[in-house]
């Protein structure tokens, strides 16, 4: 029955008869060939086509039963689907705006699901639940927790600093006057906010005081550095610097330190920016704002040009029956998969978004007055949580949560 009339795939234009041009068999490996696309060899049952082969006539080819590409197929039937020169410039611009239509058909739904699958399986991959484990107490409220190269662990509190061990061990290592966010350079030194010095501060690995970061930006000294995040590529860091900015008065701001030593201002406006986090590929910083209770998103143009600040998520706000006294955003960290882990203040809890910025899981904190968080541990999918234990004027505690999931690793590699 196939013999009786040749075939034409449905909207596209009649075959035109072509005379064959005599191919001369050309080695495979050769740089002379057919170029225009013409069938070399059509041999029983299986045609064999040159580099330009016209794709969607094969396409169409394919499709016919097995027995049809037999070698008793009429020759009338196989000719409309042979591969064929392309008989105008029209024909070719409409087949590749067929097989065009075809890949955006198939691709981009393709594509959507694999991104949604993606994001399921990064928050299924969260545990549901994990108890915090208290490793020891301080005699004040705690932030800034950090591991160095060795796999020491440092938390500000009061006017010190003090290192720990992952036993719950630990001793004073320096005292600064009001440290808070810190961080680790690959030479061994560290980065250290202190409000009271109205600076960034650097000191040696012995803890002793060096010359500082940063004091001031375009003249104007800085009024109290609250944290900061590593931009290790770039030798430079970003930071907070929060302090008199409230609702009311929202001139909080965050400033960059470029390679040379430089301050940048990089935003203002803000009613108390705290936490802040870059992105593992430098494209997105993520920043709390306290007073407002939300966390921000903004696109890294260029090492410390920030654009496009918008909303990344409103946090839940406080529930007095469960003995919660506040909602505010404090210290973040990221973990290997992109979410974001945030100490909510008032709280008792760690909350984590995915990188859209939906709420994917909450975790008790320990302390009440949740101020930080970090990653550490052997296989680096521990979460270590600083705060107060109750009130900020108390005592402050450092607990772990054992969660499996492998943080960000944010510490450069150390310098020999």
């Not at 590929?281 to 903004?298: A, F, I, M, P, T």
């Not at 909450?362 to 009130?391: E, H, I, K």
Request: aromatic share 8%; with cysteine.
């Amino acid at each position: 029955m196939f013999a009786t009339r040749a075939w034409q795939p449905r909207g596209f234009p009649p075959a035109k008869t072509i005379p064959p041009r005599p191919v001369r068999p050309q080695n495979r490996h050769s740089k002379r060939g057919n170029a225009c696309g013409q069938v070399a060899e059509l041999a029983p049952g299986r045609p064999h086509f040159c580099r330009s082969t016209n794709l969607l006539t094969n396409r169409w080819l394919r499709r016919l039963p097995r027995g049809g590409r037999s070698p008793s197929l009429n020759a009338s039937f196989v000719a409309p689907f042979a591969p064929r020169p392309f008989a105008s410039f029209f024909e070719f611009r409409l087949e590749l705006f067929a097989m065009t239509k075809l890949l955006g058909f198939f691709v981009l739904p393709l594509a959507c699901l694999m991104h949604i699958a993606t994001v399921i399986a990064t928050a299924a991959d969260l545990p549901k639940s994990a108890e915090p484990v208290k490793l020891f107490e301080v005699p004040h409220y705690c932030e800034g927790v950090v591991f160095d190269q060795a796999g020491q662990g440092y938390v500000s509190e009061g006017d010190t600093i003090v290192q720990f061990s992952l036993d719950g061990s630990h001793r004073n290592w320096a005292v600064t006057g009001a440290p808070n966010g810190h961080k680790v350079l690959a030479d061994g030194t560290h980065l250290v906010c202190d409000a009271s010095r109205h600076a960034v501060l650097r000191l040696a690995a012995d803890g002793k005081l060096l010359d500082p970061a940063s004091t001031e930006c375009d003249g104007a000294p800085l009024r109290g550095p609250n944290d900061l995040t590593l931009d290790t590529p770039n030798g430079s860091f970003y930071f907070t610097d929060p302090s008199e900015s409230s609702l009311e008065k929202p001139i909080g701001t965050v400033h960059y330190v470029d390679a040379k030593g430089k301050t940048h201002l990089c935003d203002s406006g803000l009613a108390f920016p705290n936490g802040i986090a870059l992105t593992a590929d430098g494209k997105h910083l993520y920043l709390g704002e306290s007073q407002r209770n939300r966390v921000h998103v903004y696109d890294v143009e260029a090492p410390g040009r920030l654009v496009n600040r918008r909303v990344l998520a409103d946090l839940p706000k406080k529930d007095e029956a469960k003995g919660q006294i506040d909602n505010q955003p404090d210290g973040m960290c990221l973990d290997a998969a992109g979410n974001l882990y945030v100490a909510h203040y008032g709280m008792r809890e760690v909350q984590v978004l995915s990188p859209e910025g939906k709420l994917v899981a909450r975790y008790p904190g320990g302390n009440l007055t949740t101020s930080n968080v970090a990653f550490g541990g052997p296989n680096m999918d521990q979460l270590f949580v600083t705060g107060g234990l109750a009130a900020e004027a108390g005592g402050g505690g450092l607990f772990r949560l054992d969660l499996g999931v492998k943080g960000l690793v944010i510490l450069p590699p150390k310098k020999p």
